[in-house]
């Protein structure tokens, strides 16, 4: 099964997140899990449009385009300081 923590890229932008959105998602994935094991879905009222969904990720998006870049050679590691 695939472990999105095995992927660097994905391990980075989770520790880079703040711990109550990597919570949440954790939460959500808990739950499509649960409820693809019942062949259940999401009531309505907490289901998300993907039109939202899309939004919020441009959001993020746009605000980590505004961060100055970082060059890192191949065998160090820099940390983004704010």
């Known amino acids: 099964m695939y472990d999105p923590m095995e992927d660097?890229?994905?391990?980075?932008?989770?520790?880079?997140?703040?711990?109550?959105?990597?919570?949440?998602?954790?939460?959500?994935?808990?739950r499509a899990i649960d409820l693809s094991m019942k062949h259940e879905y999401l009531p309505e009222d907490l289901q998300v449009c993907s039109l939202c969904v899309c939004n919020n990720l441009l959001q993020i998006f746009i605000l980590h385009l505004k961060m100055p870049l970082v060059h890192v050679s191949v065998d160090t590691f820099v940390e983004h300081d704010e």
């Open 8 to 30: 660097l890229d994905i391990k980075e932008a989770l520790n880079r997140l703040p711990r109550e959105i990597v919570d949440a998602r954790n939460q959500r994935l808990k």
